[in-house]
């Protein structure tokens, strides 16, 4: 397909939606993808016989596109409203939150949600791929995963985390780095997965947690199409904590954890010993200033990068500034 060909790094909710509109626009399109999977932070971890969401944990919708691509995915039973009081968490005091939104997940995971983007397209995926390197020279963009060249081609989008992406532009494309560098901030989270035998003494299925190390707690297994066979929970640090405890030993930090969650509780509600506890790091999740758009386009090089570090941090803006510059480039294409 002359003239039309899109390399787009990055496999989660945001390069897979902008594979989808690039394709429905009759785009070639090839996805890279560094990870065994697709869904990037809108992931779920299995441990044993458990299992995680154990990155994004659930989405609102706000934007009549986003609730579009909601409904086909109710429709399909992809997703579904999480049912259960989502709380506030204050040194063992609970209280109500003081608005009331209905908060949806994937079925049975929330990674459900990029598998349902993904599967029209498997074949446009290359897994467990890392780009290491982008050029652009002879009006195309040229690949590299450790020295291995995979292809030319006419467009590039990256839609991996703001700092992944300022390295892989920051020579080739120098206004979209510099953009990013200026604008746009993220932070590290630790999450913890913990399994108990049987359900704990807590009156919530989520809480937004004060006065902790903790800013988030969730009972996983309370989801549509989780096991209910065990209570599964996961625990996220605030980024500030995680920032100053990244490089520490993850058997450290699930410990550290557990025992923050405890004390959030109270004594009132003593915690059994877990099954599991296990800490996952995200070195890049939470973004903490966001570009105040949903893309960066720079027309001259056919360069463009998006992420749910554009116009806000949650699922609906990741896929939204994956839409959006799809639609944006498939526009310019026909100028």
């Known amino acids: ?6 390399a787009i790094i990055g496999a989660g909710i945001t390069g897979l939606s902008c594979a989808r509109r690039l394709l429905s626009h009759g785009f070639e399109v090839k996805i890279f993808e560094k990870s065994r999977g697709v869904s990037g932070r809108c992931a779920t971890r299995r441990i044993q016989d458990f ?9 609102l919708i706000t934007d009549n596109d986003f609730k579009a691509f909601v409904d086909d995915l109710l429709k399909n039973k992809v997703v579904s409203e999480w049912e259960g009081p989502i709380q506030v968490l204050t ?16 079925v049975p995971s929330n990674s459900a949600i990029g598998k349902y983007l993904a599967n029209p397209i498997l ?71 913990a399994a108990f035998s049987k359900p704990q003494n807590i009156p919530f299925v989520g809480a937004f947690v004060h006065d ?6 969730a009972r996983n297994s309370s989801k549509e199409g989780r096991s209910k066979s065990n209570d599964c929970w996961v625990l996220h640090a605030t980024p500030e904590w995680s920032e100053l405890h990244l490089e520490e030993d993850p058997k450290d930090i699930a410990n550290a954890l ?22 996952h790091r995200w070195r890049f999740s939470i973004t903490t200033q966001s570009l105040p758009k949903r893309f960066l386009y720079l027309p001259e090089l ?5 992420g ?28």
């Not at 299992?51 to 989405?59: E, P």
């Not at 995963?145 to 839609?159: A, P, R």
């Open 258 to 279: 557990f025992s923050a969650f405890q004390l959030a509780l109270g004594p009132d509600r003593k915690l059994d010993d877990p099954l599991v506890v296990v800490a």
């Open 302 to 306: 056919k360069v463009g990068a998006c």
């Open 123 to 193: 074949q446009n995926i290359s897994l467990n791929t890392l780009i290491d390197s982008v050029e652009h020279k002879d009006q195309m963009w040229n690949l590299k995963s450790s020295d291995k060249h995979l292809g030319t081609y006419d467009y590039l989008v990256v839609s991996a985390p703001a700092p992944q992406t300022f390295d892989l532009l920051s020579k080739s494309a120098q206004p979209v780095a510099d953009e990013i560098k200026s604008q746009v901030k993220m932070l590290p989270c630790w999450s913890v997965l």
């Open 212 to 217: 902790s190390a903790l800013n988030w707690v």
């Open 51 to 59: 299992s995680f969401d154990h990155g994004a944990q659930y989405f």
């Open 308 to 335: 749910d570090w554009c116009g806000g941090q949650t699922i609906e803006a990741a896929f939204l500034s994956g839409w959006s510059l799809g639609d944006h480039i498939a526009s310019l294409s026909k100028l």
């Open 91 to 106: 040194n063992g005091a609970i209280r109500d939150t003081k608005t009331k939104v209905s908060r949806f997940v994937g």
């Open 1 to 6: 397909m002359q003239g039309k060909k899109v």
